[in-house]
């Protein structure tokens, strides 16, 4: 008997320093990030009807928003694929390749801004963009919304999703639709928003020790918040700058938008939920492996060399941001009139 009662102490002994290790680590996350919510966000200037994110769901998936009729807004941003398209840069209107990596659509409403450089301030500005671009779809919103007035379910959707409005078919009221779809697109639950609302064994030890790495280290100065990063702009190579192959030196970022010499080179900083599932990774997607863009990050950002252990620690944390995935049925699209315009 008292050698039960003493190993019994010894192993309370063992594992109360691990528990209030624990704690301190949560306590610790807790002020640095935001668990994604379950429920679906408020969006600015923009009520999330269910009309209005149906009528958004049909518009992401159509491909007739495009000149060519080939690419939607699902092309680049994949529900299947984590909410990108998984390349380097997208192809666009003419298989023409596109500037920069596509962000992952998953959780973009929590962003500050939208795009690499910020230059969309929201969801509905951001999906005017790619809709007008010439590399991406190449099309119009006059050619935009006489495809849609040619189309009698549109016709009727657009009306349900904004009946007050004497003209609701129009290219503004698309991209709210958009908007309000895309805003549905969120991803809770991943083992770490668990791990920070309590449930202490939701990570592993190495996911711990990678996560009081990525804190301890400064990995937080940048990606914080509910998305961990996304919320504000920092130079890329704050104390080393890499290489033309990671970096492109024609791609200034934030510079092209602001003309400031102070945003040469800045951009919103990436958010890391789902990383997992979004390589190739940086604006220029030239990296695909995730152990390789950890250690970019901390020679280029923090001017710190991590060993092997330290990346596949913080590697393994990153991986436990992956959060329930949204289930998104295929919707069915109307037919084409012959009043709609046809492909180019």
Not at 165 to 194: G, H, K, W
Request: aromatic letters at 8%; hydrophobic letters at 40%.
């Amino acid at each position: 008997m008292k050698s039960v009662l003493l190993a019994t102490a010894i192993f309370a002994w063992i594992t109360i320093p691990v528990a209030a290790d624990d704690q301190s680590l949560m306590k610790d996350a807790k002020s640095h990030f935001k668990p994604i919510p379950s429920l679906v966000p408020a969006v600015k200037d923009n009520a999330v009807t269910h009309d209005k994110v149906e009528l958004g769901k049909m518009l992401f998936f159509d491909p007739r928003l495009s000149a060519s009729h080939l690419i939607s807004c699902n092309t680049c941003h994949n529900m299947s694929m984590g909410g990108d398209d998984n390349l380097e840069t997208s192809i666009g209107h003419g298989w023409a390749k596109g500037p920069r990596n596509a962000p992952t659509v998953l959780n973009a409403v929590f962003n500050i801004a939208q795009f690499w450089d910020g230059r969309a301030s929201d969801l509905k500005t951001q999906a005017k963009g790619p809709i007008q671009a010439g590399v991406e779809m190449n099309n119009t919103p006059k050619v935009v919304e006489e495809t849609l007035l040619s189309i009698p379910t549109y016709v009727a959707k657009f009306k349900s999703a904004f009946p007050n409005e004497a003209q609701p078919v129009t290219f503004d009221n698309l991209a709210r639709a958009i908007e309000a779809f895309e805003a549905t697109l969120i991803t809770p639950a991943s083992r770490f928003d668990q791990f920070l609302e309590g449930k202490l064994d939701a990570l592993d030890a190495t996911e711990k020790t990678g996560l009081r790495l990525f804190v301890d280290k400064g990995c937080v100065a940048c990606h914080s918040g509910v998305n961990v990063g996304g919320e504000a702009y920092y130079p890329f190579g704050v104390v080393e700058k890499p290489g033309a192959d990671i970096l492109p030196a024609k791609d200034r970022g934030r510079f092209e938008v602001t003309k400031t010499a102070d945003a040469d080179y800045v951009f919103r900083a990436g958010p890391l939920r789902n990383i997992a599932l979004t390589a190739p990774y940086f604006h220029s997607g030239k990296v695909w492996d995730l152990k390789q863009a950890v250690a970019i990050m901390a020679t280029s950002q923090l001017g710190t060399k991590l060993n092997d252990p330290e990346i596949e620690a913080i590697t393994a944390f990153l991986c436990s941001l992956t959060g329930e995935q949204p289930r998104v049925e295929l919707p069915i699209l109307p037919v084409s009139t012959t009043k709609t315009p046809l492909p180019k």
